[in-house]
């Protein structure tokens, strides 16, 4: 496949997420700190579960910085039981609160200044970096997750995370809703598709083709 077909390809299979689910308006949240902290607890986790951790949260008053970062961690780790690995998470939660809590303008830095500050946090790679970045921050960076991976596998577009996100970036326009909408149809195609293994009903390849 050559450069251009692949920078089609890609525009392509956006057309055809965007015709199959609509809009997602991912990421619902009521402020970005809510996607930081979304962003921790979703990691090797169903979204439903993240709903909950979320809920106990707010129950508890503590959905921003300064309450998160100052909270009991076994309190902590009970509201976000829900999650799996929530001893880890708790304490994540903990450590990026206080980041955020210490450095409240670090959205407003631009887009590689604040992902190499979060990816020097504890805990956080690449994925949940610039989930922050675009949802959070609103700033125009690709997020790679498995099923992306997956993906490109199937159409035949090998890389790591940041191969696989150049291709995207150079291949979409730089438009963070468009950014953000993507990412949430991949996912949703992952779930509903990938995930149940439906490739025969495959709309992105066809025989293992484009
Ligand atoms: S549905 Fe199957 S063939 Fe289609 S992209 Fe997903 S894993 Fe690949």
């Given at each position: 496949m050559t450069a251009k077909q692949k920078k089609t390809g890609l525009v392509e299979v956006y057309n055809k997420l965007l015709g199959q689910f609509g809009h997602k308006h991912w990421w619902p949240a009521d402020t970005p700190f809510e996607v930081v902290a979304g962003a921790i607890l979703t990691q090797q986790t169903k979204w439903e579960n993240v709903e909950k951790a979320i809920k106990n949260l707010k129950e508890e008053e503590l959905m921003d910085a300064e309450p998160l970062s100052e909270a009991n961690l076994e309190k902590l780790e009970e509201l976000v039981r829900c999650t799996g690995f929530y001893r880890q998470k708790a304490r994540r939660l903990k450590d990026i609160s206080m980041f955020f809590f210490k450095n409240p303008?670090?959205?407003?830095?631009?887009?590689?200044?604040l992902?190499?500050?979060?990816?020097?946090?504890?805990?956080?790679?690449?994925?949940t970096a610039d989930s922050i970045?675009?949802?959070?921050?609103?700033?125009?960076?690709?997020?790679?997750?498995?099923?992306t991976r997956r993906i490109c596998r199937?159409?035949?577009l090998e890389g790591g995370y940041p191969e696989l996100q150049s291709l995207f970036e150079d291949s979409i326009p730089e438009d963070v809703p468009m950014y953000k909408e993507f990412h949430a149809l991949i996912v949703e195609y992952g779930k509903q598709f990938c995930g149940k293994k439906r490739c025969t009903e495959c709309i992105i390849v066809k025989n293992g083709k484009m």
């Open positions: 303008d670090i959205l407003e830095k631009p887009a590689d200044e992902r190499d500050a979060l990816l020097s946090l504890n805990g956080v790679g690449e994925e970045v675009l949802y959070a921050a609103d700033k125009p960076r690709f997020v790679i997750d498995a099923y199937c159409m035949g």
